[in-house]
């Protein structure tokens, strides 16, 4: 009833006859490709010119042979170090959130033993807290341990916050692979480690790396636990360091944009290798 | 024997476990608990002092300038909240709808739309900051060299338009998430279905509202409800682009801002105080926590099994 209502209504107004329903949609995409896209080609852009060429010219291709905005911040800020960092601290605690993750996720999904279900909750418990509200105890617990203005305070959080989704997806997929080669290498006499050494771990690879994408993007990224845990400049990461340098260039604007484009290269370069990985990990924990 | 092997698997499983879990106990659970304890106390600065009872929920409720303070900053996070759900997981439903037709190029158009959502939001918020700049900005040079010079206006320095900038900044970072998640979602909807639903109508709009907008439902709860977190958490962009007083006048500031600054201080505010900042926290958590199971409960009731 309602429903024949709506149909009288909308070929009425019968935009989708004249245009077609699919020619509308492909200038929908386009049209927001477009806006997705622009704000990224003008960064990059912009890295190549002096600042009076951006002020003058914002939208003209570049001289990309001008790389003078690099060399500066190459030579003259702290970035190189702000990238090291970043790359210290996220594969630090990538080591540790697969390690710690599987770890669980094999004794909960592997094994049969009483509390395993309350345990996988108490990790799932994790997924939904939004642990910046809990900042002040976790300054004063990284402060107790003497690890504030250190690394570790960020690898030990971040890893922390890794887990809950980690055993979450390393759990489902586990339980999932067959008993048969398992059971076999223990008829052989092969030890519980060496079972999970040689034979299970080879098979959850995959999800390791859904897990893995899901978690990499989020630490590589994070801003707000190195503002209140790092403060010296030698230590920052590339987000943290991003703000010091952003402050003392302010009206170099070639630079600024340099910085930027610097800054987003190396995750743009692997998402465009990789967008399937991406899109499916970054999207794990909301798809079904 | 079987004796021995079963104390050997206990230990086992006793090593596989307990380091994960004290990680999360310890990371996690400790400083969310200690939280809820520390809004009950009087603190100078990292000092923990008297036992205050409820006294920093009061000052931060109903003692100005806090009240006036923590009723601004919740009523913007509640502007941003339903704003994000227009541009951001409205404008995603449609363009996953969009995608879904498998259009030419439409590989193209995915990567693309979620390209921003990999970048760091402290990237997506200085290239924002620079584009609204008022006089070199992209956004107003755009504006004048396609004569509506007169609409040229600074962006983030007016009370009146600087939370809305920050909005369109936060979606275009982000419609990329809600767009693919809808779009798995739609993906999943058996094709017996849409044929069926092809016989009986022609129009768009009934397909849309009535078959595909009812079989997305578990997309949309977990995109409602995690915008929803999003929002009341929101913190880097601002802090970036309005700076921790939400300037100008407050017009930006949110709870996540007001949250930080009274915990620990900044220029204006000077002082740094860990009882009323774990007051706002607990509150902020509170109620994020209430409505996050509401909004799950509500829309979970609406989803269909196939």
Redesign the interface.
């Known amino acids: 009833m309602s ?1 024949a209502a ?2 009288a ?3 009425r107004r019968g935009i ?1 006859g004249t245009l077609g ?2 020619g509308l ?2 200038i ?3 049209a ?2 477009i ?3 622009a ?2 080609i ?2 990059v852009f912009s890295a190549f010119k002096t600042t009076p060429q ?2 003058q010219s ?2 003209s291709l570049p001289d990309f042979s001008h790389i003078g905005n690099f060399v500066k911040i190459w030579t003259e800020t702290n970035f190189l170090r702000y990238l090291l960092n970043s790359f210290v601290v996220t594969g630090a605690s990538m080591v ?1 959130i697969l390690t ?2 599987t ?2 996720a ?3 999904g592997r ?1 049969q ?1 009483t509390g395993s279900g309350f ?1 996988l909750m ?2 799932l ?2 997924l ?11 300054f ?2 990284m ?1 107790d341990l003497s690890i504030l203005n250190n690394q570790l305070s960020l690898i ?2 971040y ?3 890794g ?2 989704t980690t ?1 979450f997806i390393m759990t489902g997929f586990i339980r999932t692979l067959p008993n048969e080669l398992e059971d076999a290498a223990r008829m052989d006499g092969a030890s ?2 060496r079972i999970m050494w040689s034979i299970m771990l080879p098979l959850v690879r995959p999800a390791m790396v859904i897990a893995g994408i899901q978690n990499v ?1 989020p630490i ?2 994070d ?2 636990f190195p503002l ?1 845990f790092i403060q010296n400049d030698n230590l920052k990461t ?3 360091g ?2 010091t340098f ?1 402050g003392e260039y302010t009206t170099d ?1 070639g630079v ?2 340099a910085g ?1 484009t610097l ?2 290269a190396p ?2 370069l692997i ?2 290798v990789l ?1 399937k990985q ?2 499916a990990g ?2 794990s924990g ?3 | 024997m079987p004796q021995l092997r079963m104390t050997g698997r206990g230990l086992w499983i006793t090593v596989l476990i307990v380091p994960p879990l004290a990680f999360i106990a310890l990371f996690i659970v400790y400083p969310i608990l200690s939280a809820f304890a520390y809004a009950f106390f009087d603190w100078q600065g990292l000092r923990r002092l008297d036992f205050v009872g409820l006294e920093n929920f009061h000052t931060v409720l109903f003692v100005e300038p806090y009240r006036s303070w923590t009723l601004n900053a919740f009523r913007n996070n509640v502007i941003v909240f339903f704003a994000l759900m227009v541009l951001q997981n409205g404008l995603g439903f449609l363009l996953a709808y969009a995608l879904w037709r498998e259009l030419p190029g439409a590989r193209f158009h995915r990567i693309a739309v979620f390209l921003p959502v990999v970048l760091s939001t402290i990237i997506v918020a200085y290239l924002f900051k620079l584009f609204y700049h008022p006089l070199f900005g992209v956004v107003n040079i755009t504006l004048k060299s396609i004569g509506l010079g007169w609409l040229a206006q600074p962006w983030l320095g007016q009370g009146g338009t600087a939370l809305w900038a920050l909005i369109v900044a936060q979606a275009w970072h982000m419609v990329g998430f809600p767009t693919l998640v809808f779009l798995a979602g739609m993906q999943r909807i058996p094709g017996e279905i849409l044929d069926a639903a092809r016989m009986e109508t022609e129009s768009e709009w009934v397909k849309i509202t009535k078959i595909v907008w009812p079989l997305v439902a578990p997309s949309a709860t977990i995109v409602f409800t995690l915008l929803f977190v999003g929002a009341f958490n929101w913190f880097e962009l601002p802090y970036i682009m309005a700076g921790l007083d939400g300037s100008p006048f407050g017009s930006t500031d949110v709870l996540g801002l007001y949250f930080y600054r009274t915990a620990f201080g900044n220029v204006s505010a000077g002082q740094q105080d860990f009882g009323l900042g774990s007051a706002l926290a607990v509150l902020i958590f509170l109620f994020i926590a209430a409505i996050a199971t509401v909004i799950t409960v509500r829309l979970r009731a609406r989803e269909i099994q196939l």
């Open positions: 429903a709506d149909n209504y909308y070929q989708l329903r699919d949609l492909q929908i995409l386009i927001n490709t806006i997705m896209l704000p990224i003008i960064m951006i002020f914002p939208f540790l710690l993750g770890m669980a094999y004794a909960i094994y033993f345990i108490f990790f418990a994790g939904t807290l939004p642990l910046k509200l809990a900042i002040i105890p976790l004063m617990l402060r030990f959080v890893t922390a916050m887990l809950p055993v519980e480690a993007v590589w990224n801003f707000f209140v590339l987000p943290q991003l703000t952003m604007w600024l944009f930027l800054s987003a995750i743009i998402y465009i967008s991406f899109i970054m999207t909301a798809v079904k």
